[in-house]
C-alpha cells in the first residue's frame, strides 16, 4: 500500500509519496503544475519516473559500465546498450521510511545494497522536501559503505499550464554551455556556448523541437557543488497560464527534457523535467570523473520558485 502525505505553505501544495520518494502533485495558483497519475497505485507501474528520486546513478551510464579503482562495474542495459536511471532497478523502485514529518517538511530515509545493481556497499539516502512560501526545496543526503559513483536527482515533470504541451512554454537558460548531443542519447564532449539569460529556440541551437540535453554551468569544482552554493539554471514560463518556474541547484549542470519520450496515459511534451546532476556518464568522461569515497557525504540541493508573471 502505498502511503502519501501533504507539505504546504500559504503559496505551494505538494503531495508526496513514500514508493520513491517521489513529488506526486505540486499545485500553485490554484493550478496542479506536475504530471501524475489519476490513481496512486499507477506509480507501481511508472516507466517515467514521474516526480521520483532517481538513483544511485541518473541518466545514461555508456554500455552500463564503469570502473571504481579496480572494480569493473556492469548496470543492467535497460535502454541497449546503455544502462538508464540505473537500470529499473533503483531508489525510484523502493518504498521509503517517513522518519520527519511538520506541516511544510517531509523527510524519507532509503537503506538499500547496491549488489542487485552490479555495484557494491549498502547505500543510505535521506530526501528532505520543504515548502516555504512559493518554493519547493530538495536536499539529498547519501553515504555509502564502499568507494561508488552517485548521481541522485528528482525527475518531477513540470506544466505551466496544467495540461496540452510544454512546447509552447518559454525557457531561458543560465547556463554557460550545452554539450551537443552524440551516439546513443549521450552527450559529445563538444559544447555550445550560451549567453547566461539566453532563451533557447528549440527550433535551433541542434534541438530539433525538443530538448534532451545536458547544460554546463560552467568551470565548477565539484567540491564546490554544495546545498548551500544554490545556482539559478533556468527560467521557465508560460504566457497561457502567467505562471512561471525558476529552478536553482547545487550540481554543476542539469539535463533538461520536455518529455518527447512520454507515452500511455500521457501525450509526448505534456511536461518538462529540470534534474540537476553531473554530466551523463560522468564517470567514463575525461573531462568529470566523480567518486565518491567510502563514508564521505554526498549532498545536493534543488529549488523549484514558483511566481506569476
Known amino acids: 500500500m502505498l502511503s502519501s502525505a501533504r507539505i504546504q505553505s500559504d503559496d505551494l501544495v505538494v503531495d508526496l509519496l513514500d514508493f520513491g520518494a517521489r513529488i506526486q502533485m505540486i499545485e500553485y495558483a490554484g493550478k496542479a503544475v506536475a504530471l501524475s497519475y489519476e490513481n496512486n497505485q499507477a506509480f507501481l507501474g511508472d516507466a517515467f519516473y514521474l516526480g521520483a528520486t532517481v538513483g544511485p546513478i541518473a541518466n545514461r551510464v555508456r554500455n552500463g559500465r564503469f570502473q571504481v579503482g579496480d ?22 523502485k523502493q518504498t521509503w521510511q517517513v522518519i520527519r514529518q511538520t506541516e511544510s517538511l517531509l523527510e524519507f530515509k532509503c537503506q538499500v545494497a547496491l549488489k542487485p545493481l552490479g555495484m557494491s556497499g549498502e547505500l543510505t539516502c ?73 532563451e533557447l529556440d528549440l527550433s535551433e541551437q541542434g534541438f530539433d523541437g525538443f530538448i534532451d540535453h545536458h547544460f554546463n554551468m560552467g568551470d565548477i569544482n565539484l567540491a564546490e557543488s554544495r546545498p548551500e552554493n544554490l545556482r539559478r539554471y533556468i527560467d521557465i514560463q508560460s504566457a497561457s497560464s502567467k ?13 533538461l527534457y520536455t518529455g518527447a519520450g512520454l507515452g500511455e496515459p500521457f501525450n509526448a511534451s505534456a511536461g ?10 560522468a564517470i567514463n568522461r575525461p573531462d568529470a570523473s566523480p567518486i565518491l569515497k567510502a563514508g564521505d557525504l554526498f549532498e545536493r540541493a534543488i529549488r523549484y520558485n514558483f511566481s506569476t508573471i
Open 272 to 281: 518538462f523535467c529540470v534534474e540537476p546532476q553531473f554530466v551523463p556518464d
Open 243 to 255: 505562471l512561471k518556474v525558476s529552478v536553482y541547484g547545487s550540481a554543476p549542470g542539469f539535463q
Open 71 to 92: 572494480k569493473t562495474v556492469q548496470l543492467p542495459q535497460n535502454e541497449h546498450p546503455n544502462c538508464l536511471h540505473s537500470g529499473g532497478l533503483g531508489l525510484d
Open 126 to 198: 535521506t530526501a528532505v522536501y520543504q515548502v516555504n512560501e512559493s518554493a519547493l526545496t530538495v536536499l539529498y543526503s547519501s553515504q555509502c559503505s564502499d568507494d561508488t559513483y552517485l548521481n541522485l536527482t528528482n525527475h518531477v515533470y513540470l506544466n505551466l499550464n496544467g495540461s496540452g504541451s510544454v512546447l509552447d512554454h518559454e525557457y531561458r537558460s543560465y547556463a554557460a554551455s550545452v554539450y551537443k548531443r552524440g551516439k546513443d542519447n549521450l552527450p559529445s564532449l563538444a559544447l555550445d556556448h550560451l549567453t547566461p539569460g539566453q
